[in-house]
């Protein structure tokens, strides 16, 4: 059923205009012909056969004996007043004119005079067979037998007045031709609109009827759409970054000052190595701060290696141990065989370490912290799973944001930068692979971090 939907021309907008000029084509050819038929004269004469004509002469045989004219138009209107056309052949006039259609040109009757035997003569739904020629007196007359047709159908446009059929050509063809004009026009005003809106600052500007079409101003609606919610996504994450750095930045500035005024004041050291602590996590937030905008710039170019990411992750795991060590946690690494991939090695040993020390930090003393490492197809997934206490599902997906924390609290010890697992989904998303987090039923968290294999 899809491909049948796909073969609609009405979903697409060339479709739509092919057949729209092609309706207004066909109606110019059509009325063009309408007319032409209307212009050639609607007369024509046919061979009239013998039984007929004796037929009709023996109709005529009572009106011979007709002593004048003026007695043949008596009986005649005696008998059938509408049946007979007669004419005086002497002069071509025509004594029952009232007889003749309106526009009937007389001189077809003077045409038929002059042939040998009676024709069939036929005009719009008027027929006429004769002529029959006759002596009254000292006149010489013919008849014709008049017939009427039945009226033709409505839809028979030789019917209908050339001026009328002219205006109805001109009105259909204006009403198309309006009708596609509109259909193009008014969508488009509507994106112009709405693009003016979202430059004056309106980033909820909308196009509603637009992206509701099934041709390519329809996809045009909805990429103007997707476009906004994009804009509007990354403003709004913009502001907030910059509310989030003022206020990671001002904290530790202002520790750093207190600890600058204390040892102006007690003229002492003691405070010299809680300024230094300050001032390193100010570099170290500078540092990541400056990794994450260029990972979300995309201006960090990635230097691709083949290499052999079991051993990677044993170096970052021997790295760390003595941090886990010093809560008395076990790192266990489980891999069936080396798998190597094609990857910037140094982004990706900070994307796994950022995980594995979240991952020590959160972890409870004497747990045990899960490093797996698998591959499914052309997948490949690392997943490293804690003992911790875990984080609310509705918080699951915010995690990887910058300067998202679950604890509201703002102090080194709930967390660190709160740009760890903003540079790890980066750098994850950089070599075209996902990142998400889920809870283990029995308690912990674990962060999957899926790299395609080429």
């Known amino acids: 059923m899809n491909w049948l939907l796909r073969l609609n021309p009405f979903h697409y907008l060339a479709g739509r205009i092919f057949l729209w000029f092609w309706l207004v084509l066909l109606i110019a050819v059509f009325g063009t012909l309408a007319l032409s038929r209307t212009l050639v004269e609607q ?94 007196g000292t006149d010489n007359v013919a008849l014709y037998q008049k017939r009427q047709r039945p009226p033709q159908p409505w839809w028979r446009l030789n ?17 198309a031709s309006f009708v596609l004009a509109v259909s193009i026009s008014r969508p488009l005003r509507e994106l112009l609109q709405s ?107 990635l230097d691709k290696q083949r290499f052999d990411l079991t051993e990677l992750l044993a170096e970052i795991i021997d790295v760390n141990q003595v941090e886990a060590d010093a809560k008395q946690q076990s790192i266990v690494l489980k891999t069936t065989t080396p798998i190597t991939i094609s990857a910037d090695s140094r982004l990706l040993a900070r994307a796994i370490e950022n995980v594995l020390r979240n991952a020590i930090k959160y972890s409870p003393v004497q747990s045990i912290i899960s490093c797996l ?38 102090t080194p010890e709930a967390g660190g930068t709160g740009l760890g697992l903003a540079i790890v989904a980066q750098i994850i998303r950089q070599h075209g692979g996902k990142v998400n987090a889920s809870n283990l039923d029995k308690g912990g968290l674990c962060i999957s971090l899926q790299l395609p294999v080429n």
């Not at 025509?94 to 309106?102: K, M």
């Not at 007690?266 to 190595?273: E, V, Y």
């Not at 400056?290 to 990972?295: D, G, H, I, Q, V």
């Not at 490949?380 to 679950?406: K, M, N, S, W």
């Open 195 to 301: 693009t003016l809106q979202l430059a004056d600052g309106k980033l909820d500007s909308r196009v509603t009827h637009l992206s509701k079409r099934k041709d390519e101003l329809g996809q045009l609606g909805i990429s103007f759409n997707t476009m906004a919610e994009r804009i509007s996504t990354l403003l709004t994450n913009q502001q907030r970054l910059l509310r989030d750095i003022s206020h990671e930045l001002r904290s530790p500035l202002a520790r750093a000052q207190l600890a600058l005024g204390l040892t102006e004041r007690q003229q002492t050291l003691t405070q010299m190595p809680r300024l230094k602590q300050e001032l390193d996590r100010l570099d170290s937030m500078l540092d990541e701060l400056l990794t994450f905008s260029k990972l979300d710039a995309g201006q960090y170019q």
């Open 373 to 410: 490492l698998q591959q499914h197809g052309q997948v490949l997934d690392i997943t490293i799973c804690d003992q911790g206490a875990g984080i609310a599902q509705e918080q699951l997906h915010a995690i990887f944001e910058p300067f998202y924390r679950v604890s509201d609290s703002r």
């Open 159 to 175: 019917q209908i007045p050339q001026h009328v059929l002219l205006l109805i050509t001109l009105v259909i063809s204006a009403v």
């Open 43 to 136: 007369t024509e004469i046919r061979r009239l056969p013998h039984s007929i004509i004796e037929q009709l002469q023996h109709q005529i045989q009572p009106f011979s004996r007709s002593k004048s004219t003026s007695e043949l138009l008596a009986k005649l209107q005696q008998a059938q007043p509408e049946r007979w056309l007669l004419v005086n052949a002497d002069n071509n006039t025509v004594l029952t004119p009232e007889l003749l259609p309106a526009d009937f040109d007389q001189h077809w009757l003077t045409e038929l005079s002059l042939l040998s035997r009676p024709r069939w003569l036929k005009h719009h739904n008027t027929s006429l067979a004769g002529p029959f020629m006759l002596k009254v």
